[in-house]
């Protein structure tokens, strides 16, 4: 399959003081796939979206997102690209003085204030109720949610302008397992209908085996592989081996293929 | 989008035809050409090319409060009009207004009950600021000296800059002040008298508390209460460290031991202010200006002013912690009791202030 890049990463350096994150890090991501983004705690998987969508000054690169450099870019400029996607950042980043139903409007009354009154009530009630949160979370604040629903919440926001291209950042962390193969489920439907673009930074095996068209593995400040998870397999770097090998990742492969056959 | 409109000619239903793109950037023009069809109508749809949720569940709406018909739909629409059809909960998303009238009456009553909440639980905090304090003195060891030397610089000798320097122009001030009234009677030397008393009485002592109370209460307030969001303070807990000696006792300890020597640097740059006054207007050489200064002033004016300082700061520290300790919920609170902190303690300093002037009048030290 041809890849039609919808995010290019090239030469990617960050930095904090000191300290790099990356180093010359390359990353491409093709329109309508879902990559998964996997690496130990703290090899900057996080920081990398962050620069990817223009929110960390990177020292040195190039990043391409939708067709237009995101380096540097002036604010004005920006705001057109920033619609086109949604973001799910990890600790969900929830205005807190606004309810869940406030906050997938949002964007909506950001972009489209003729979007007002019942209409707008009723977007942000099916988004909700799409995302798995119940029909009366709708009107809570944020810190009368539990974590997973806050992750929801966030999730609806995310999805309030049925964006092109979706960043999320661990979204099935404090998840129960039912909910979280709903979530998957989602994506994959999501994806199919509205021809999302997913890069979706995860811990989480069963999500990876799921619904990942290709996994990115981040290590030693650069993207060390990219590829399926069996392309994935077939190298001998120890610590691809130990992810996908360990005793966890045995546990979700082997979950996937009985699945199948059953 | 194109959009054509036919009414069929034998009053059959009215068919609007929906062509391009259906999707949230197009919803404003497609959803008014919806409402001003009449009933009943039939939306086809053959010609949508790109369709998103938004506009999948505007084509759901109107089935559902219309009875509208569609037709000419590909799998796809119909399989994303089903998925915003599962997901329509029927249930309201905006928080329940009371009706108006009662609105202010509900007011009132929550704001009667917060009045007398706060004013129990101030006393409650009081009280467990008290027995932090005996634990602390019946286990020294776990005294965070640390903590309470690190505050004594944030609140002592950081704020010498400001407060001296605001000190010294008000000193200025109340001589030029002075000295223009009294010039009436031919008593321009009595301008040091002025300056002399109302500062070490009065000025001193309550400027530095409305300077600590602005930066330091505010800051108490807010770090207390960000932390307090942040759930920090609920792991303190359950780490079994007390936020009250954590938290509270190093900043009220720096605030009751900070107060009175700022006071006593604002009085002296205070009376600093005045005398260049006398010098360079009055003419009042300096030397001359502090032996008058030390006959006219009696001790007990310095007593009056420092033996008020730490009270204050201690109020100051109490409602700073007590406001951050009442945050929950969101970022707001914390602004809102970081205000509320501030005004509750100029506001009890000032009443404190009056209260003393007549103690320390009835116990002769005027
Ligand atoms: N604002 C910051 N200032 C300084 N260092 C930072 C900052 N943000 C991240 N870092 C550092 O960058 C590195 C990568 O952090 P990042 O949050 O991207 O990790 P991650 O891969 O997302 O980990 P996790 O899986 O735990 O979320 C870490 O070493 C972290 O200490
Ligand atoms: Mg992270």
Not at chain 2, 315 to 341: D, H, P, W, Y
């Amino acid at each position: 399959m041809a890849c039609d890049e919808i995010i290019t990463v090239r030469g990617l350096s960050n930095a904090f003081g000191e300290q790099y994150v990356h180093k010359d890090l390359d990353l491409t991501v093709c329109r309508g796939e879902i990559l998964g983004v996997v690496g130990g705690s703290g090899t900057g998987k996080s920081v990398l979206m962050r620069s990817i969508i223009g929110l960390q000054q990177p020292v040195s690169g190039e990043i391409e997102v939708l067709g237009e450099p995101m380096v540097d870019r002036d604010e004005a400029e920006a705001k057109n690209i920033r619609r086109r996607w949604g973001i799910l950042f990890q600790n969900g980043a929830l205005f807190s003085t606004l309810t869940v139903a406030e906050n997938v409007q949002v964007p909506i009354r950001e972009y489209f204030p003729y979007i007002k009154g019942e209409l707008l009530d009723e977007i942000a009630a099916y988004k909700i109720a799409m995302s798995g949160l119940p029909a009366n979370a709708g009107p809570k604040y944020p810190s009368e949610l539990s974590g997973g629903m806050r992750k929801r919440a966030a999730l609806a926001r995310a999805l309030a302008l049925d964006p092109e291209l979706l960043f999320l950042d661990e979204p099935t962390a404090g998840l129960d397992p039912i909910g979280a193969a709903a979530f998957d489920e989602l994506i994959v439907k999501l994806k199919q209908k509205l021809d999302l673009t997913v890069f979706l930074i995860t811990h989480d095996l069963d999500t990876l085996h799921a619904i990942c068209d290709r996994v990115a593995v981040l290590a030693d400040q650069k993207v060390i592989a990219v590829g399926t998870i069996e392309e994935l397999l077939a190298m001998d770097h120890p610590w691809i081996q130990e992810y996908f090998n360990g005793p966890r990742g045995r546990a979700a492969s082997g979950h996937k293929t009985g699945a199948s056959v059953g | 989008m194109v959009e054509e409109t036919e009414t069929s000619p034998d009053g059959g239903p009215h068919r609007l035809a929906i062509e391009g793109a259906l999707t949230i950037s197009r919803l404003g023009g497609i959803r008014r050409d919806i409402d001003a069809a009449p009933d009943p109508l039939t939306l086809d749809v053959s010609g949508v090319d790109r369709i998103d949720t938004v506009g999948a569940w505007l084509l759901h709406r109107t089935v559902r409060d219309r009875g509208a018909t569609i037709v000419g739909q590909s799998p796809e629409i119909n399989d994303l009009i089903g998925q915003v059809a599962d997901a329509d909960p029927g249930a309201p998303v905006q928080r329940e207004k009371p009706p108006r009238p009662l609105a202010f009456l509900a007011e009132l009553g929550e704001w009667t009950i917060e009045f007398g909440r706060t004013f129990v639980g101030l006393l409650g905090f009081f009280g467990s600021v008290i027995l932090g304090f005996a634990s602390l003195i019946r286990h020294p060891k776990r005294f965070r000296f640390n903590a309470v030397v690190q505050r004594f610089d944030l609140v002592g000798v950081r704020a010498l800059g400001i407060i001296g320097l605001m000190s010294f122009l008000i000193g200025i001030v109340v001589g030029q002040q002075g000295a223009v009234q009294l010039q009436q009677f031919g008593a321009e030397v009595y301008t040091i008298n002025l300056i002399g008393r109302l500062t070490l009485r009065e000025l001193g002592t309550l400027m530095t508390a409305i300077m600590v109370a602005g930066r330091s209460g505010s800051a108490f307030a807010a770090q207390i209460g960000t932390m307090k969001i942040t759930e920090e303070i609920d792991a303190m807990r359950t780490i079994g460290v007390s936020p009250v000696e954590a938290l509270v006792i190093p900043r009220l300890l720096a605030a009751v031991v900070m107060m009175p020597l700022l006071a006593f640097f604002s009085m002296v740059l205070t009376l600093a202010g005045g005398g260049l006054f006398c010098w360079l207007v009055l003419e009042i050489p300096p030397l001359t200006y502090i032996s008058r200064l030390q006959e006219v002033i009696p001790i007990t004016d310095l007593w009056v002013g420092l033996i008020k300082a730490p009270i204050f700061g201690f109020i100051i520290a109490l409602a700073g912690c007590f406001q951050g300790m009442q945050v929950k919920g969101n970022s707001e609170e914390v602004g809102l009791r970081t205000t509320t902190a501030v005004v509750q303690s100029i506001f009890m300093v000032i009443v404190l202030d009056a209260v003393f002037a007549v103690f320390f009048s009835q116990v002769g030290w005027n």
